[in-house]
């Protein structure tokens, strides 16, 4: 077990607007900012994490990218130059760090005197070439972005384009999710050069509407409008196994098929019905076999709101035996939140499954046999796992959602996660097929050996906080790391995905309506805060603008959104405490893109901030 502690590295930020991998190096955009400004108040938990992650023998790239995007969305460059040249030392025989190193000191040009410029570019860059000619991935990524961005006269906007051009090309050679990045890349390098119809064409490919460098960059594939809620990813059919296919990105939750000999078996039936039969069209380019069944895996909106275009007269529905008990709490529940699901949910459902599921039950359809197993946690009372015992393939609905529940409903369970993951375990699947891409992706079958102890370790830890009387705050800040991830560091990503939520859903069932620290005591509403604050501020917006202003800059996006919000209840016609939130909640937005899409939907809508899907 580790506890980490703050980061010693000097703060010096840059960017405004926090941008993973940010493109717009600082000494272009014009947003740059001085080395006194004083670090956060607020940790950044996570990347303090990360940070020691990343440090471990044999880490993986995911938790290298994700400590990026945290660097780069902190205002933090100083810092992460000052890291990766760290560990470029340490470990000269990953390239990548060296590309990191060179990627950071490029962003900090504008920090160095007019005289050192240049020099400081160029060395950058030569790191950069260094790491690529050893490693021709995602050196040459981090190359790109910074070519992209240099001006005109370093005469590298060339370059640029073929490395950007070449991440496309060998696109299966990279994480997910960098597409949207490369092509604002691309766009900014043909407008370098003055090709302005093919920057104007990756530009819209980037899905974004402006190269304006005080705009929030985004590398996400995710994608989120008013209309249709939000993407993880473009739509496409996989078959992660024979004869199973998988539609992502129809829809804010993934749609299952299992074909078998003569019929189709659906799990789950998205949020619409449009959805749905936009997922099922896309299955039709497969078979044209009839569906069968639709199994759903729990009574969440997202898995049950599109049934109508599976259900017909000879259609069975199953479900869990507590089916209607989950349903009665997510209609009883109100929704304050609509960038998950678009316009056209939530809303009252009426389900009735012909077939309910109350203990471990067998199916065969077609031939293919189907194993029920019904589990009470994570995420709902009512999860059922759907298994292909001679596939080797487990459909685990929800059951792995990282919020334990959604964060806005009285449900989830760290008992029930712990629990199923030990009946998982006992099944020894190849496959777990999740309900969203990046569970899929994160919570592998060979990630649960060490993730459940890694999770049970936190779970002793913070029932040992509740009872000691201890704050939530103050459990966060302990920044748990389990000494199992040590050994296994492609783990350490999933369980920091989940150990956040995991520790407030414990404090939320384990303590009353009075909390240690005095909250619950006194409710007090917003406008008493803003009356006490505006006292405070001499009832001057100025001194409000003021302190939001170093907020922002210094990367503690929370409490400044915190301040602006009571701000604004009496200084509303403020223009600048209203420029000053919308850059508050890019800073959140951009911070959250990659670990936290459920806190970016929610910023993305509090700004009424749409993001176009990426072509």
């Known amino acids: 077990m580790s506890t980490i502690r703050r980061p010693r590295w000097p703060f010096v930020s840059l960017l405004g607007l926090g941008a993973l991998f940010g493109l717009g190096l600082s000494f272009v955009s014009g947003l740059s900012r001085s080395g006194a400004n004083p670090p956060p108040l607020t940790r950044d938990l996570e990347l303090e994490a990360l940070q020691e992650v990343v440090r471990w023998p044999g880490v993986d790239t995911p938790a290298i990218v994700n400590l990026v995007g945290r660097f780069v969305a902190g205002h933090r460059d100083a810092e992460a130059y000052a890291y990766f040249r760290d560990r470029a030392q340490g470990e000269p025989d990953r390239p990548i760090f060296l590309a990191l190193e060179g990627f950071f000191q490029a962003r900090q040009a504008s920090q160095v005197s007019l005289f050192r410029r240049i020099a400081w570019v160029e060395d950058a860059v030569a790191k950069l070439d260094r790491a690529t000619a050893r490693e021709p991935g995602l050196p040459r990524y981090f190359r790109g972005l910074v070519l992209a961005e240099l001006p005109a006269r370093f005469a590298k906007a060339d370059a640029a384009i073929a490395d950007l051009e070449w991440v496309l090309a060998n696109n299966d050679r990279f ?360 006292l405070l501020a001499g009832q001057r917006p100025q001194a409000f603008i003021k302190a939001a202003r170093t907020l922002v800059e210094q990367g503690d996006f929370g409490l400044a959104l915190k301040i602006i919000d009571l701000a604004l209840v009496n200084h509303a016609s403020s223009e600048e405490l209203k420029d000053l939130r919308r850059r508050a909640l890019d800073g959140l937005r951009a911070t959250y893109q990659q670990m936290n899409p459920f806190k970016f939907i929610v910023y993305s809508e509090w700004e009424r901030a749409d993001l176009a899907p990426v072509e």
Request: charged share 20%; glycine share 8%.
């Open 175 to 534: 994480p997910v999710g960098l597409r949207r990045s490369v092509y604002r890349g691309l766009a900014r390098a043909h407008a370098t050069l003055g090709h302005d119809a093919r920057a104007k064409d990756a530009l819209q490919r980037s899905g974004y509407a402006t190269l304006d460098p005080r705009e929030p960059i985004f590398t996400t594939d995710a994608w989120v409008t008013a209309k249709d809620g939000f993407r993880f990813r473009p739509p496409r059919l996989i078959e992660p196994a024979a004869g199973v296919h998988v539609a992502q990105g129809y829809d804010f939750a993934d749609i299952a098929f299992i074909v078998t000999r003569d019929s189709v078996v659906a799990v789950d039936a998205g949020t619409t019905e449009a959805n749905a039969a936009a997922s099922l069209a896309a299955l039709r380019r497969v078979t044209a076999l009839p569906i069968s069944h639709v199994v759903l895996t729990h009574a969440h909106w997202d898995h049950i709101g599109g049934l109508d275009a599976f259900a017909g007269p000879g259609t069975q529905v199953v479900a869990q035996s507590r089916f209607a008990e989950e349903l009665r709490v997510v209609n009883g529940t109100g929704v304050p939140f609509r960038y998950f699901f678009g316009s056209e949910g939530p809303r009252q459902y009426r389900v009735a499954p012909q077939r309910v599921i109350d203990r471990r039950e067998t199916l065969t359809v077609g031939g293919t046999q189907l194993a029920f197993h019904p589990i009470a946690g994570g995420e709902t009372v009512d999860g059922l796992l759907v298994q292909l015992p001679e596939r080797g393939v487990v459909f685990v609905g929800d059951a792995f959602m990282p919020y334990l529940g959604a964060p806005f409903l009285p449900e989830g369970s760290p008992e029930g996660l712990l629990e199923t993951l030990a009946l998982i375990r006992s099944l020894n699947p190849r496959v777990l097929i999740h309900g969203h891409p990046p569970l899929t992706e994160l919570f592998t079958a060979e990630s649960l050996p060490v993730l459940e102890p890694a999770l049970r370790e936190l779970h002793r830890r913070t029932v040992e906080h509740i009872a000691e009387g201890r704050t939530l705050s103050e459990a966060l800040e302990e920044n748990l790391l389990p000494s199992v991830l040590r050994d296994h560091p492609s783990v350490a990503l999933p369980y920091l995905v989940m150990r956040e939520n995991f520790i407030k859903r414990l404090y939320h069932q384990r303590t009353g309506y009075w909390k240690a620290d005095g909250e619950g005591i006194e409710t007090l509403s917003p406008r008493a805060w803003a009356g006490a604050l505006d």
